[in-house]
């Protein structure tokens, strides 16, 4: 009965009032942060100065962390550590900033991250973009980071140039990497290519993880139907961003360039069959155990479908190159040691 004594666009407006009402808690919320990540970066910035001029040394840290502990016992962030990192912060990104990227849009422990894990400030920059556009958990962005994504992604061999427009062509290219990493699936590298297809819909979240943003699981052998035959695609994925079709063709060996027109049979069909009108044009990705790029740069060249080919690791054969060269809060203790020692033999020098 009370419903009826509403005004007619009262359902509307309370869909629209709550939107407005979620957008401004979201705004509240990235402002919190920014003035938290700017209040950090003051208080790394008085240490810092403090230390190249009065001396502090770790125990007056230990004693500023107690005191602020006491002062406000319901807020966290008052341990030594964070307070290290406050001053490691204010050290390596005086402007608050990674390169064009402010830092205050990152929540503190992604920027401690990015700190800690990440030597080269322009890997610093694109990793720290890419979490802000893509929503990236702390977790993400150090598997992110751990797995070098940053090396692997956009690498695929691809016709995409010649066979995309420019403005999607680009954009496929960055969608692919080279190698896909695999290794979550606890599979040797003698392993069949149904067994890798079963066991990546197993983990199909780790996958897509692996695949990166913008991509939705349609189906697995997806059938297709031409003039009365029947055709399978291993699997077939749909990209939000890119709005089109993407079929993904596993090999357990090494490219061929007979794969390519197998894959390229498979897009026509999509495309004739699928698609719908307002979808870009089907690409497909060719996963091989391993390729000779320019081998399959030959075989993409004369390709009318846009496909790219891209290598996978069962098991990780990535270098760990940064092994020793990432700093840890103990070795931030000891570079602020070494500054001090630095500082006090100056003095006594002048």
Not at 45 to 66: E, F, N, P, S, Y
Not at 69 to 78: H, I, N, V
Not at 177 to 194: I, M, S, T, V
Not at 206 to 235: M, N
Request: aromatic fraction near 10%; include cysteine; hydrophobic fraction near 40%.
């Amino acid at each position: 009965m009370a419903d009826k004594l509403l005004p007619a666009d009262y359902g509307d407006w309370l869909r629209q009032l709550k939107a407005d009402i979620a957008s401004a808690q979201y705004r509240a919320g990235l402002a919190v942060n920014a003035e938290l990540i700017r209040l950090y970066g003051r208080i790394g910035r008085d240490i810092l100065q403090r230390q190249q001029t009065q001396g502090w040394g770790a125990k007056v840290i230990d004693h500023l962390a107690k005191d602020l502990k006491e002062a406000f016992p319901d807020m966290k962030g008052w341990s030594t550590s964070n307070l290290k990192y406050m001053r490691y912060f204010a050290e390596h990104c005086p402007g608050c900033q990674f390169g064009q990227q402010p830092a205050d849009q990152l929540p503190w422990f992604h920027i401690v991250t990015l700190l800690t894990k990440v030597v080269d400030n322009k890997d610093r920059e694109w990793y720290a973009v890419q979490a802000v556009q893509q929503g990236w958990s702390r977790t993400t962005l150090e598997l992110n980071i751990k797995n070098q994504l940053r090396l692997r992604q956009g690498s695929a061999v691809s016709n995409f140039a010649a066979r995309l427009p420019a403005e999607v062509s680009a954009l496929a290219q960055e969608t692919l990497k080279d190698p896909y990493l695999f290794d979550f699936l606890g599979l040797g590298d003698d392993a069949h290519e149904r067994d890798i297809e079963n066991a990546l819909i197993q983990h199909i979240t780790r996958f897509l993880l692996e695949l990166g943003a913008g991509f939705a699981f349609v189906g697995r052998q997806f059938r297709l139907e031409v003039a009365g035959d029947e055709f399978f695609i291993d699997l077939l994925f749909y990209h939000i961003r890119l709005k089109c079709y993407v079929v993904v063709e596993l090999k357990a060996g090494a490219f061929k360039p007979e794969h390519t027109g197998k894959l390229n049979f498979y897009l026509a069909a999509v495309d004739a069959q699928i698609k719908a009108e307002d979808d870009k044009p089907t690409i497909g990705l060719l996963l091989c155990r391993q390729q000779n790029r320019l081998v399959a740069e030959y075989a993409l060249s004369g390709i009318e479908k846009p496909i790219g080919v891209a290598e996978y690791q069962l098991l990780r054969h990535l270098p760990e190159n940064l092994q020793g060269k990432l700093p840890s809060i103990a070795d931030i203790e000891a570079e602020l040691a070494q500054d001090l020692l630095t500082e006090k033999t100056q003095n006594t020098i002048n």
